[in-house]
């Protein structure tokens, strides 16, 4: 058991692309904070937002395993494969989802100047742009080249 523990905890591409993931979530907040001005923590912990963490983690597991097990090797293509749904899910069907709730929302509001008292409003922040999708690929990637590079 203790073994099994030790190679979960010292799985190289797991702890790759969990730093990542940290990272992109760190920057998130910091970005929101460049742009808007104010503090929002909560985006340290929510999906969507600049980098996107999603692709940071996926891409960042992808390179770490091509640069360690070899670009041919099948898990090399599993990665990939899993990183492009990833990514593809995230600038597409989640960001569509976003879009609907920003609508689904003002007609809340509509409905709630009428009178008529509903639940909390939808999260919007659900997926991403495609620009953020690629600053998160690319952040994966980098994040994986330093690993590689220190370690």
Do not use: C
Not at 28 to 42: C, G, H, I, N, Q
Not at 62 to 74: R, V
């Amino acid at each position: 058991m203790q073994e099994n523990f030790a190679d979960f905890a010292t799985n190289r591409h797991l702890l790759t692309a969990l730093f990542a993931l940290f990272l992109a979530q760190i920057l998130k907040v910091l970005f929101d904070y460049w742009y808007t001005r104010s503090w929002k923590k909560a985006l340290a912990i929510s999906p969507g937002g600049m980098p996107s963490s999603h692709s940071a983690l996926t891409v960042a597991l992808m390179a770490s395993i091509g640069i360690h097990e070899g670009f041919g090797t099948t898990l090399f293509a599993i990665s990939a494969v899993l990183a492009l749904v990833v990514m593809y899910d995230a600038a597409g069907v989640r960001r569509a989802a976003g879009e609907q709730a920003k609508a689904i929302n003002i007609i809340f509001e509509r409905l709630e100047d009428r009178g008529l008292k509903l639940d909390k409003k939808l999260k919007e922040l659900l997926g991403h742009r495609p620009i953020e999708v690629i600053a998160g690929a690319l952040l994966g990637m980098g994040v994986a080249g330093a690993v590689y590079a220190v370690f």
